[in-house]
């Protein structure tokens, strides 16, 4: 079992930026993705980091948001700047191999 615990979520205004951690119970030196679900909608995935390090983003976060991993502290961070409206979501972050997810946490970006 592989526990994962999100962090970082919280209140911003537009074009602000905050910074989520993800920290496993175990060794994240794989596959490791983030989600967010915004309200009334599904489940999209965000950001994908490979075991070999190589970065996927979703278009709507391209150029804004960077995914990257602390193996040391077993640790997958994810960078967001530029922050809109719409990226208001509960972020997941999600563990390839095994299929661990995070419960979440909460980031609100609004005036």
């Known amino acids: 079992q592989v526990q994962l615990v999100e962090s970082g979520g919280g209140l911003v205004q537009p074009r602000g930026s905050l910074r989520l951690s993800c920290v496993g119970s175990r060794s994240i030196l794989t596959d490791m993705d983030w989600h967010r679900q915004a309200p009334g909608k599904e489940l999209e995935l965000v950001a994908t980091?490979?075991?070999?390090?190589?970065?996927s983003y979703a278009d709507s976060v391209k150029g804004r948001f960077t995914i990257s991993r602390d193996n040391a502290r077993n640790t997958v961070y994810l960078q967001m700047n530029s922050l809109k409206p719409e990226d208001t979501a509960v972020y997941y972050c999600?563990?390839?191999?095994?299929?661990?997810w995070g419960k979440g946490t909460v980031v609100i970006v609004s005036s």
């Open positions: 980091i490979t075991s070999g390090g190589s970065t």
């Open positions: 999600h563990r390839v191999l095994g299929g661990y």
